[in-house]
């Protein structure tokens, strides 16, 4: 079994049967991601014939604009969603800072439900680390995921000693900084993701599929030093006890 701790299912278009084929084949079980309500409506869908995808409800912080005046009609996708993403915050990407009140807004409001309901998060921290740190604790949020850390090493060690997992992307072998990143944190603590078919494009040039988990749990293992089987033996692991607050499924 593999893992794959951040995907958007919405992003393959025309590729989407290749995708989950896939996904079957490889036995990699998906957290599908959403967007908005749109993409988390979609993926649900396709959950009915994939029992492998997760699908996850949030509101990226890149949509908080559009979707801070509907919280009020989140709650009932929330109570139902095993896993909240993905949310967040981003202060690399959006650079109009007229919008982040909104971002803070809808990411305060999941924080709050997400402790409400017991749930597990799944977070976009860009260039806004430290304040992610600081609101994970004020929440008491239980085993965060991570998504695709790229901050400074010192607030991921905090993270760490909160109790977070972390997602490794697809820029592994590409990044000296996801290699410094991956070798700090204690295997047991970290999952695989792809972030959808364009992440592994922004890299190299490459459409990404799922089954790119693959050459990403034989990164870890060239930098950890340790047996492929091994690794891929751990995420799977770290991916149930991330869950056991709150089963998957
Ligand atoms: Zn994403």
């Not at 989407?16 to 079957?24: E, F, G, P, V």
């Not at 072998?173 to 078919?197: A, F, Q, W």
């Not at 990164?219 to 492929?228: S, T, V």
Request: proline fraction near 4%; glycine fraction near 6%; charge should be negative.
């Amino acid at each position: 079994m593999y893992i794959d701790a951040h995907n958007h299912l919405d992003f393959y278009g025309k590729n989407l049967d290749k995708a989950l084929n896939i996904i079957k084949q490889n036995n990699i079980i998906t957290l599908g991601c959403a967007m908005d309500v749109q993409t988390y409506l979609f993926t649900k869908e396709i959950n009915k014939d994939n029992p492998l995808i997760i699908p996850c409800f949030g509101i990226h912080p890149w949509k908080a604009d559009e979707n801070f005046m509907n919280l009020d009609s989140f709650e009932q996708y929330i109570k139902e969603s095993k896993v909240i993403g993905e949310i967040g915050l981003d202060y690399h990407w959006v650079l109009e800072k007229e919008k982040y009140p909104y971002m803070r807004q809808v990411f305060s409001y999941f924080l709050k439900m997400a402790y409400k309901y017991n749930k597990i998060t799944n977070i976009h921290t860009k260039g806004a680390e430290e304040e992610i740190y600081e609101s994970i604790k004020k929440y008491e949020l239980k085993t965060p995921i991570i998504h695709w850390y790229s901050g400074p090493l010192d607030t991921m060690k905090k993270l760490l000693d909160y109790g977070c997992y972390f997602t490794t992307s697809v820029d592994i072998g590409y990044s000296k900084l996801t290699e410094e990143i991956v070798k700090t944190l204690p295997l047991n603590r970290i999952l695989t993701e792809t972030d959808g078919p364009t992440s592994l494009e922004w890299v190299n040039g490459q459409y990404g599929y799922p089954d790119e988990v693959k050459n990403i749990v034989n990164q870890i293992a060239i930098i950890k030093n340790l047996p492929y089987e091994e690794v891929k033996h751990t995420i799977a692991e770290n991916f149930k006890k991330a869950g056991e607050c709150n089963e998957y499924s």
